[in-house]
């Protein structure tokens, strides 16, 4: 008998795979938006309906932690700002080719295995430093507001609007 319960109760122990999202608002978004799991408030979404979308904007969302966005493998453009961010990981993110996490409380950045992206607006932010040397597509960058002492961009000579006033 033991043996048919266990075999019976299987089918409902095999769960599709599915994305830490922590921040409420986060989620609430997704879900509102067709790629949660239905399930408000559990702090997960399906992988599946998130792992090919190509445009993500989230700006004015209150958000304040995009833990998650790992997953969103085919991801081409993120609007993520303004928000509450203070740390933004979108190394996994290589298909990324636009980035706007303008107006949030970043320090830092890490934009090196982004090597597609063509756009980048991150001003308004507390960045102290920022590496845009394997963005050699990179054709706008607005790095202004920030706490910036140097920039280098002498291998983005794709480069035609460069903002970056309002710095050290």
Do not use: W
């Not at 608002?25 to 979308?53: C, K, Q, R, W």
């Not at 298909?95 to 830092?108: M, P």
């Not at 706490?147 to 970056?164: F, K, P």
């Amino acid at each position: 008998m033991k043996r048919i319960l266990i075999l019976l109760c299987l089918p409902l122990m095999t769960l599709a795979q599915q994305t830490y999202v922590p921040d409420d608002n986060f989620e609430s978004y997704l879900e509102s938006n067709g790629m949660g799991n239905g399930i408000p408030n559990d702090d997960y979404v399906l992988t599946a309906n998130i792992n090919t979308v190509t445009y993500l904007g989230v700006s004015y969302q209150n958000i304040a932690d995009l833990t998650g966005i790992e997953d969103f493998n085919f991801l081409q453009v993120l609007l993520c700002g303004p928000n509450q961010l203070t740390t933004l990981d979108v190394s996994n993110n290589n298909a990324l080719i636009s980035l706007h996490c303008y107006t949030n409380q970043l320090t830092s950045l890490d934009v090196s295995q982004n090597t597609a992206l063509t756009s980048l607006n991150c001003h308004m932010n507390q960045l102290t430093s920022l590496d845009v040397s394997q963005n050699t597509a990179l054709y706008n960058l607005n790095c202004s507001g920030n706490n910036l002492t140097t920039l280098d961009v002498s291998q983005n000579t794709a480069l035609t609007h460069l903002y970056c006033y309002d710095n050290q």
